[in-house]
């Protein structure tokens, strides 16, 4: 949430001491601890993007700069299975996840980055060739996209 503060012109008072401007200069200073604390905390957050590379592998990469414990399960709806499962603290980490060889049906990517949790739909159909669809990464946007996070 941004917020904006301005201070008011300093009046003139007669008996006026320097106590205001101590008081000003605590309230400079402490708006100056905030922007940068704001900045820190950005900084140690995860960052998580999600690309679908062709039409059948979707590309996973997680910036972890806290080092917090991340976890990735492919689950498969259509059966009710567990595909995969990995779990590791690394700063960075990048996976291709390829799912020419699956069963056509629906799918699920959960990743769990500390306390931010990140899910991708993932349809596969079969014809001729295999292809994916994830809806979280339509068209529209642009070709990677952040995903959404929720606590």
Known sequence: MKRSFSLRPAQQLTGATTSTSALRALLLGGLAVLGTAGAALAQDAPSVKAKQADGQALWLTVENPKQDRMRLDVVC??????????????????SQLNFRDVPAGKYAVMLRVGREHYRYNVEVRKG????????????????????????
Do not use: F, W
């Open 77 to 94: 709806l259509t059966h009710d299975t567990c595909l995969m499962t990995e779990t590791n603290r690394k700063p960075s980490y990048g």
């Open 128 to 151: 001729q060739e295999t292809t994916i669809s994830v809806p979280e990464l339509t068209p529209a946007q642009t070709p990677e996209v952040v995903a959404s996070a929720t606590r």
